[in-house]
């Protein structure tokens, strides 16, 4: 992957590197003493081989940074793994001049967006030597997560969309999927309707009182929201969710039927991790003008056992 890509932002512009953008920015740069205590000296023969070097290495993809049309640095993603959707990323400026102008800031998020949204990735890693303060104030400026250091590096993770769990919070809908039952989750293994290798469904332990016995159907594995859910995933998903409808009008003798999913506060998500709402719908019900209510179990046990039985019969007939 070496095409021609420009990623312009106010300040600065990324343009993928050439051999002659190469060799500009070693000519201009100029050893950061928080990274080595020798000077650097431009060697032509060595940077030639070191631009055929990483060009050839499709793991790597190196950007120059540009101010007014002049080098100011180089920025590269590498270990990129598109099986499991994560890379890591250096920045280099070329020399004191041009630090502390916002350059290194912009060329991250730029270089942070196109990985997201153009190449797909989800997660990006970096490090910083413990004593460079201003790199790891810029990382966490653009909102690098500190994950852990040793005796030499603070390691840094940025997730594609950034988590609206808090510190230290325990995934009621993982332990559901998980068939764990404690003080940390109100769903019982009793409510659960289906569940396979890819989703779980469940009558949920809320209601609003004219929509007894709705589901959620979620992903056994972890995704916060819809933009982290594999396409995968989304399809069986749906298609269950079709499944749990015909249920419901067949077993609940309802209206009609509703489902809503919620993503991030302002999208009035509070658990965090993605979910589908099915409703039973009836005329009138005013479902968006009630407030939910806590059920019993032994009210939940009714709906669960119809729509099981349902399915099962379902499931059977196929």
Known sequence: ?????TLRGEKVS???CTKESWHEFYKSYESDPMMSTTSYIYDFERVEKSYSEKMNDNTRLYFTIFHEGAVVGQIYLKHMNRENKRTEFGIALTNDSVKGKGFGTEAIQLLA????????????????????????????????VHTREDSVFKYYKLSRFNSHAPEGYICPFCLVAEGIENENVLTKQSDIIYRDEYITAFICAGWWENNKGHVLIIPNRHFENLYELPS????KIHDFEKRVAIAMKQEYKCDGISSRQHNEPAG???VWHYHLHVFPRYKNDNLYGMDRRATTVEERAVYAEMLRNYLLCDAETK
Do not use: C, H, P, W
């Open 268 to 270: 009035n998500q509070d």
């Open 1 to 5: 992957m070496r095409e021609n890509k």
């Open 14 to 16: 990324l343009e993928v």
């Open 232 to 235: 995968e995933y989304s399809a």
């Open 113 to 144: 967006n196109y990985a997201f949204f153009t190449l797909g990735f989800e997660y990006i890693f970096a490090d910083s030597v413990l004593r460079n303060v201003r790199s790891q104030y810029v990382l966490e400026k653009v909102g690098f």
